[in-house]
T-cell receptor, first 116, second 113 residues
Framework: DTGVSQDPRHKITKRGQNVTFRCDPISEHNRLYWYRQTLGQGPEFLTYFQNEAQLEKSRLLSDRFSAERPKGSFSTLEIQRTEQGDSAMYLC??????????????FGEGSRLTVL | GDSVTQMEGPVTLSEEAFLTINCTYTATGYPSLFWYVQYPGEGLQLLLKATKADDKGSNKGFEATYRKETTSFHLEKGSVQVSDSAVYFCAHNYGGSQGNLIFGKGTKLSVKP
């Protein structure tokens, strides 16, 4: 399977714990995005990378959230001191980039976080 | 601010019925417009797109036309199938930015045989 893969698919944690999600994009894609989706809502943009550079962060991305893409390949999204409001599906997407392909994102199946 | 508004669901249709899902947007600049679809148990996938006014995007029998004058991008299909049952999301890349998308809340479509 050469699509976007995310791990873990489900994570249940207690409030205050740290969690980390991993995303492996399609190999030739230089852009990688993180979105968050809650029940009944559309995905909300969190941040994106071009290669290893983090180019934009949403104001939704509080100080407890950090994302990295150290070698321009896979990415991690860490949430520190989780809160119940962090419960959501975290989606990763990748794309070839700007120009004619801008906005053509390939999404993974998501990592569902439940904070108790 | 930039946003996307789409009709609330769920929408339930019989097979071979005509489908319209309304979508309107507010945006600065000249965004591209998209419809994404999420089939049960799968990730979001691009259904169609349009990059400028009066463009028509089409795929799998679905169509949508970029109407700048009404800031709309309504999704249509002439004859739906059971396999079209999914959640449909309208989106735009706000401000014409690189690829960051603003999504609507999604419209769930159920097609009954």
């Amino acid at each position: 399977d050469t699509g976007v893969s995310q791990d873990p698919r489900h994570k249940i944690t207690k409030r205050g714990q740290n969690v980390t999600f991993r995303c492996d994009p399609i190999s030739e894609h230089n852009r990688l995005y993180w979105y968050r989706q809650t029940l009944g809502q559309g995905p909300e943009f969190l941040t994106y990378f071009q290669n290893e550079a983090q180019l934009e962060k949403s104001r939704l991305l509080s100080d407890r959230f950090s994302a990295e893409r150290p070698k321009g390949s896979f990415s991690t999204l860490e949430i520190q001191r989780t809160e119940q409001g962090d419960s959501a599906m975290y989606l990763c997407a990748s794309s070839l980039g700007a120009g004619a392909r801008a906005g053509e994102l390939f999404f993974g199946e998501g990592s569902r976080l439940t904070v108790l | 601010g930039d946003s996307v508004t789409q009709m609330e669901g769920p929408v339930t249709l019989s097979e071979e019925a005509f489908l319209t899902i309304n979508c309107t947007y507010t945006a600065t600049g000249y965004p591209s417009l998209f419809w994404y679809v999420q089939y049960p148990g799968e990730g979001l996938q691009l259904l169609l797109k349009a990059t400028k006014a009066d463009d028509k995007g089409s795929n799998k029998g679905f169509e949508a036309t970029y109407r700048k004058e009404t800031t709309s991008f309504h999704l249509e299909k002439g004859s739906v199938q059971v396999s079209d049952s999914a959640v449909y999301f309208c989106a735009h890349n706000y401000g014409g930015s690189q690829g960051n998308l603003i999504f609507g809340k999604g419209t769930k479509l159920s097609v009954k045989p």
